[in-house]
C-alpha cells in the first residue's frame, strides 16, 4: 500500500533480492496506489516491471525489478483492495503512505475518526483510507477464513507497527458493536503489527532520468526510479505467517528497532530537514546544495552530535560519529537530485518527530537545545514566507490563519507556538527555546546567508 518510488527502490527490491538469494519465485507484490493512480497507470503496460538507477559511489548497475505482480489503483478500486487483503494466499501487508496517510489526530495521537475520508470509510462506503482498507480487509478475511496475517509499517514514524495496529484497532472499535466485537477478537489473536526501521534515499523521478534510463535500457520505462546505492530495513521479527526471507537480502531483523528507529529519525531525518528549510531560505534548491555550504553542514554535525546523540540510546553495532558522518555524505551525493521543497514539505508533520522530540529531551535535563531550534526556526520562517497557496503542508489553512500581519521574529515566533496541533503547552511557553527560536528566526529572517555563516561558524 503506497507505491511510490521509495517502495518501489526499496520493498521491491528486498524482496526480489530475497527470491534470488533462496531460489523461490513464491513471492510477489500487489502493489496499491493510494491519492493517485499514475504508478498503476505506469506500471500496468509494463506488467509490474520496472527499473532502478543507481546513483552515487558504488552504484550497481542498471536493473530491472520483478517482483510486483500487480497493481491497483487504491481510490478507483477500493473493493479490491479489500479482497486482496482478505485473501488466503495474501500473507503479509506493507505501508508506505507518508505521516498524513495515518490520518492521525495531533490532539489525542490516535485515529482522527472526524476526518471526513475516516468517516465515510466507517460509514460502510468502499473504503479509500489506508487504514480503512486494511481494517475492511481483515473484517472480511476473518469472516472468509483467510489466515493470520502481518501489517508491517515502512514510513517514519516512531512505533511505526504498533501505531498502526493501534489505529487499526480504532477503526475497528468505532465501529457498530455487532462488528466491533468479532473483529477486535479476530485481529488480537491473528494479526500483528512489527515495528521497523526503514532508510534509502529515493527522489522523485525527473524526466531527465526517465531519458538517461531509455538510453541504458533502450526501451522507455514511465515507472523507473533513481535511488542511492545504500538500503537497509530493520524488522522486529513478529510476523503472525509466512513472509519472504528479507534477511537474505540484507535486512537486519532486531529486537530493538526503537533504538535505530530513533537514531534515524534524530539524526538522518532531522539533518534532512535543516538542511531543507535552511536552503529554503537562502535560495538552496537541493539538498545537496545545501550540504555543501560549509555553515549549513557544521550546523548538522553539531545539531546531531550536541543536541541529539547525548539525548538518545544508539542501537548495539551503530556508532554514532561513523552514521553522523555517513548521513552528510549521503546527502552530499548531487546525483540524488533530493530538493529542497520536497524534503522540506509536510512540516507539520515531521518537525515534532525529527525535531521537537530532541528539542524536549534537551530541555528536560537542562541543556540548550541551541541547533535544532534553529531548524525549528528556519520552518517557521518557510511557513511565514512561503505564499499561502504554494505551501504544501495538510495544516497550510491552520497555519496561515494562526500567522500574523506582520512576520517578524518576535510576531510569528509565539504565533506559531501557539500551534497546539504541534506545539504542546510545556514546550510553548519555555522561555529558553522561544528565545533561540526569537534569535535564529531574526538572523535568517534580517540578516541572511551571510548572517547564517556568521553565527554558526563563528558564534
Not at 496499491?32 to 520496472?50: E, H, K
Not at 489503483?73 to 500473507?91: F, H, L
Not at 537486519?252 to 535505530?260: E, H, N, Q
Request: aromatic content about 6%.
Amino acid at each position: 500500500m503506497g507505491l511510490g518510488a521509495f517502495a518501489r527502490a526499496h520493498t521491491a527490491v528486498f524482496t526480489e533480492d530475497a527470491m534470488l538469494a533462496t531460489g523461490s519465485a513464491d513471492w510477489g507484490i500487489i502493489g496499491v496506489t493510494q491519492r493517485s493512480d499514475t504508478v498503476a497507470r505506469q506500471l500496468a503496460p509494463q506488467d509490474g516491471l520496472f527499473s532502478v538507477a543507481e546513483r552515487g559511489t558504488g552504484a550497481a548497475p542498471l536493473r530491472v525489478v520483478s517482483s510486483i505482480v500487480e497493481a491497483i489503483s487504491g481510490k478507483d478500486r477500493p473493493d479490491a483492495v479489500v479482497d486482496r487483503i482478505a485473501a488466503e494466499t495474501t500473507k503479509v501487508v506493507t505501508l508506505t503512505v507518508t505521516e498524513k496517510g495515518y490520518r492521525i489526530d495531533p490532539r489525542t495521537g490516535s485515529l482522527n475518526t472526524a476526518d471526513e475520508q475516516v468517516a465515510a470509510d466507517l460509514a460502510g462506503r468502499p473504503p479509500l483510507t489506508a487504514v480503512g482498507q486494511i481494517a475492511r480487509g481483515i473484517q472480511k478475511r476473518a469472516r472468509s477464513g483467510g489466515g493470520p496475517l502481518t501489517v508491517v509499517s515502512c514510513d517514519n514514524l516512531p512505533g511505526n507497527g504498533e501505531l498502526t495496529g493501534n489505529l487499526v484497532r480504532a477503526f475497528a472499535g468505532a465501529l457498530p458493536d455487532a462488528e466491533s466485537t468479532p473483529l477486535l477478537a479476530w485481529l488480537g489473536q491473528n494479526v500483528t503489527f512489527p515495528n521497523t526501521m526503514v532508510d534509502r534515499m529515493v527522489p522523485a523521478t525527473t524526466e531527465g532520468d526517465l531519458a538517461a534510463v531509455e538510453r541504458d535500457l533502450g526501451l522507455r520505462d514511465e515507472a523507473a526510479v533513481v535511488a542511492e546505492p545504500f538500503m537497509q530495513w530493520v524488522i522486529e521479527d513478529k510476523f503472525a505467517a509466512e513472509r519472504p526471507a528479507w534477511e537474505r537480502a540484507g535486512a537486519l531483523f532486531s529486537d530493538d528497532v526503537g533504538a535505530w528507529e530513533a537514531a534515524k529519525l534524530r539524526l538522518l531525518n532531522a539533518s534532512h530537514s535543516m538542511l531543507a528549510y535552511l536552503g529554503l531560505a537562502t535560495g538552496k534548491a537541493t539538498i545537496s546544495g545545501a550540504v555543501g555550504e560549509d555553515a549549513f553542514r557544521t550546523a548538522c554535525r553539531l545539531m546531531m552530535a550536541d543536541d541529539a546523540l547525548p539525548t538518545i540510546s544508539l542501537p548495539a553495532g551503530l556508532d554514532g560519529d561513523e552514521y553522523c558522518g555517513q548521513v552528510l555524505e549521503r546527502f552530499a551525493n548531487p546525483a540524488l537530485g533530493h530538493t529542497t521543497a520536497k524534503v522540506g514539505s509536510d512540516g507539520s508533520q515531521k518537525i515534532g518527530l525529527r525535531l521537537l522530540t530532541t528539542v524536549n529531551a534537551n530541555l528536560e535535563t537542562g541543556r540548550e537545545p541551541r541547533w535544532a531550534a534553529l531548524a525549528v526556526a528556519a520552518w517557521m520562517h518557510h511557513v511565514a514566507s512561503t505564499p499561502a497557496s504554494e505551501l504544501n503542508d495538510p495544516l497550510a489553512a491552520e497555519l496561515q490563519a494562526a500567522l500574523p500581519a506582520g512576520r517578524t521574529a518576535e510576531a510569528v515566533v509565539p504565533a506559531l507556538l501557539g500551534m497546539r496541533s504541534i506545539f504542546d503547552p510545556a514546550l510553548a511557553a519555555n522561555t529558553t527555546f522561544a528565545d533561540l527560536l526569537t534569535h535564529w528566526y531574526r538572523t535568517i529572517d534580517i540578516d541572511g546567508l551571510d548572517g547564517l555563516r556568521k553565527e554558526i561558524i563563528h558564534g
